[in-house]
């Protein structure tokens, strides 16, 4: 069964400094992966995603994301963190063959300023 | 805006009782995804359907049942609630129904289970 795991509920990084986000995941063959981003009192809202090809994915709001299959990694990153960064950060994974798609439990970004 | 719209923002009820909420999609957008959102739970996909068929199905209770109509929109029915149910139900959509495409999320339906 595929799931998906944030490994920290919260991250906390200073204005200006670069931040990460964790996310491994599991499933069977070759994954969708995908960041969202839920600001408060909003739905969620779509960063980026990795299918194939480059291992480097860049997507909304000038973060990106780093694709690494031997580790079953799916880190978000950004070189210099916003306050307005700050929100619930949502990893998700979709197997090829599945529809279904699994969100991990959030990570909570505070940026202090 | 996402261009997903969800009625009402706001349901209170009680115990036992039935609810429907109703999601719109984007225009042009043919599937469309139930997810619910708690505390201890986080965000957990419902169920999927594609163009008013049933795609595929998550975390559905048997209480739980949803459709999408000829014009798209999609209503979860909700019923014998029960005080776990309170939850934020959010809806999303897509273009298609495959894997690749990011989905559309409205702004949610904020169930209270009293």
């Known amino acids: 069964a595929q799931s998906v795991a944030q490994p920290e509920d919260q991250v906390n990084v200073a204005e200006g400094n670069p931040l990460t986000v964790k996310c491994t995941y599991s499933?069977?063959?070759?994954?969708?992966l995908f960041w969202y981003v839920q600001y408060p009192n909003r739905g969620l809202q779509f960063l980026l995603k990795?299918?194939?090809?480059?291992?480097l994915v860049k997507g909304s709001y000038g973060f990106e994301a780093e694709f690494n299959k031997s580790q079953t990694s799916f880190h978000l990153k950004k070189p210099s963190a916003l306050v307005s960064d700050s929100a619930l950060y949502f990893c998700?994974?979709?197997?090829?063959?599945?529809?279904?798609?699994?969100f991990g439990k959030g990570t909570r970004l505070h940026i202090l300023p | 805006d996402s261009g997903v719209t969800q009625t009402p923002k706001h349901l209170i009820t009680a115990t036992g009782q039935r609810v429907t909420l109703r999601c719109s999609p984007r225009?042009?957008?043919?599937?469309v995804y139930w997810y619910q959102q708690s505390l201890d739970q986080g965000l957990q996909f419902l169920i999927q359907?594609?163009?008013?068929?049933?795609?595929a199905k998550g975390n559905i209770l048997e209480r739980f049942s949803a459709q999408q109509f000829p014009d798209l929109h999609s209503e979860l029915n909700l019923s014998s609630l029960e005080l776990g149910d309170s939850a934020l139900y959010f809806c999303?959509?897509?273009?298609?129904?495959?894997?690749?495409?990011?989905?559309?999320f409205g702004p949610g339906t904020r169930l209270t289970v009293l």
């Open positions: 999303a959509s897509s273009v298609w129904e495959g894997a690749l495409n990011e989905q559309f």
């Open positions: 499933v069977s063959g070759n994954p969708y």
């Open positions: 990795y299918i194939t090809g480059d291992n």
């Open positions: 998700a994974v979709r197997a090829r063959r599945d529809d279904k798609i699994i």
């Open positions: 225009s042009g957008d043919l599937s």
């Open positions: 359907y594609y163009n008013g068929e049933e795609r």
